[in-house]
T-cell receptor, first 115, second 112 residues
């Protein structure tokens, strides 16, 4: 069964460093998303991406964040200068289409720890 | 502003009995509702969904009920199995390419 994959599973970085989180969405999916979950809190939307551009972003997704689809398979989230409060689980998701009965399928997540 | 609320942080159920997980929402523009299951150290796994034009959707042991007038939905699992023990998230979205809005989750423990 096709699945969303994410690497690395755990990333430890120092405050102020850049990190890139990688995702490989399901191959025939067209819409891509990043969510995060800070420990003990709810899953929060960061950004959605379609047709090589951002469709929507939340207020969390400030200038420190960027997304890219560098080739036909990868979808990346970059945090330019990490802060302590960026420590969270980051989930990538993809869906076949944006509306109707098209569910978002999630990857296993990357645990980002900023020290 | 909690648009999606799961007021029970945890629920314990005996194996074989029915599990009922509840979810309330405030945004009347929500068009589609989903339930996800999450095990520790894994991503949310899609379980079942329902469109706002329906009031019930069933898939095997899982049934989701939607009461639009009350802005309430529930997930029924019957019979409950120990492998169902996980955190269950209710999520909703508006029509189109809109983000999912999640509740805080309910931890279900099915006791053998």
């Amino acid at each position: 069964e096709p699945e969303v994959t994410q690497t690395p599973s755990h990333q430890v970085t120092q405050m102020g460093q850049e990190v890139i989180l990688r995702c490989v969405p399901i191959s025939n999916h067209l819409y891509f998303y990043w969510y995060r979950q800070i420990l003990g809190q709810k899953v929060e939307f960061l950004v959605s991406f379609y047709n090589n551009e951002i469709s929507e972003k939340s207020e969390i997704f400030d200038d420190q964040f960027s997304v890219e689809r560098p080739d036909g398979s990868n979808f990346t989230l970059k945090i330019r200068s990490t802060k302590l409060e960026d420590s969270a689980m980051y989930f990538c998701a993809s869906s076949e289409a944006a509306s109707g009965a098209y569910e978002q399928y999630f990857g296993p997540g990357t645990r980002l720890t900023v020290t | 502003d909690q648009q999606v609320k799961q007021n029970s942080p945890s629920l314990s159920v005996q194996e074989g009995r029915i599990s009922i997980l509840n979810c309330d929402y405030t945004n009347s523009m929500f068009d589609y509702f989903l339930w996800y299951k999450k095990y520790p150290a894994e991503g949310p796994t899609f379980l079942i969904s329902i469109s706002s034009i329906k009031d019930k959707n069933e898939d095997g042991r899982f049934t989701v009920f939607l009461n639009k007038s009350a802005k309430h939905l529930s997930l029924h699992i019957v019979p409950s199995q120990p492998g169902d023990s996980a955190v269950y998230f209710c999520a909703a979205r508006e029509e189109g390419n809109t983000p999912l809005v999640f509740g805080k989750g309910t931890r279900l423990s099915v006791i053998a």
